[in-house]
């Protein structure tokens, strides 16, 4: 069975940083391309970073090009988002999901705040 | 980046109704369409792909279709599990991905 299990959400000042990590099970992680999307409260759904199998290529939203940062260890089985200068509109359940374009999977979502 | 509108924001039907809902592109995005289902505190699922495929598992009583710049999501016998937030998401031209700002489902 798939699982995704992200960790490492809490509440965090602007302009500090946080680190998101998604532990993998239940397939190949290393075959799969792994995405972050993430839901404002009681908002939409909104991609914000996708990385391919082996992390050669990663993708950005705009809004979090240069402050964002997916990475990925294989032999953990693990997906990372590193958030650097978060802003208060990056307030949000994060959610890792697997493959690509298009997201099979999803975990249980780990929720970020942004607030003085 | 290409953007989805989805309509309507809400949606209110009986038990057993059809109800569809649905979603237009700024552009052509050749069928490269998919459709979730987030359930009241859980996770998205996903339901649809190809804008017409169901995905492993998901109820019959689900359908999309469309084309172009045109999609929809047709509910048919409407049961009380299917309570939900509806979105779609454009994936023929990335990156950006990008979803449609949702349907609320509830039963009257």
């Known amino acids: 069975e798939v699982q995704l299990v992200e960790s490492g959400g809490g509440l965090v000042q602007p302009g500090r940083s946080l680190k998101l990590s998604c532990a993998a099970s239940?397939?190949?992680?290393?075959?799969?391309?792994m995405a972050w999307v993430r839901q404002a409260p009681k908002k939409g759904l909104e991609w914000v970073a996708t990385?391919?199998?082996?992390?050669?290529?990663?993708y950005y939203r705009d809004s979090v090009k240069g402050r964002f940062t997916i990475s990925r260890d294989n032999a953990k089985s693990t997906l990372y988002l590193q958030m650097d200068s978060l802003r208060s509109e990056d307030t949000a359940t994060y959610y890792c999901?697997?493959?690509?374009?298009?997201?099979?999977?999803w975990g249980q979502g780990t929720l970020v705040t942004v607030s003085s | 980046d290409i953007q989805m509108t989805q309509s309507p924001a809400s949606l209110s039907a009986s038990l057993g109704e059809t109800v569809t809902i649905e979603c237009r592109a700024s552009?052509?995005?050749?069928?490269?369409l998919a459709w979730y289902q987030q359930k009241p505190g859980k996770s998205p699922q996903l339901l649809i792909y190809?804008?017409?495929s169901l995905h492993t598992g998901v109820p019959s009583r689900f359908s999309g279709s469309g084309s172009g710049t045109q999609y929809s999501l047709k509910i048919n016998s409407l049961q009380s599990e299917d309570v939900a937030s509806y979105f779609c998401?454009?994936?023929?031209?990335?990156?950006?991905?990008?979803f449609g700002s949702g349907t609320k489902l509830e039963i009257k």
């Open positions: 190809n804008a017409n």
């Open positions: 239940g397939f190949t992680f290393s075959d799969y391309a």
């Open positions: 999901a697997r493959d690509l374009p298009l997201f099979a999977y």
């Open positions: 990385i391919i199998y082996d992390g050669s290529s990663t």
């Open positions: 552009e052509d995005i050749y069928n490269g």
């Open positions: 998401q454009q994936y023929y031209n990335y990156p950006p991905l990008t």
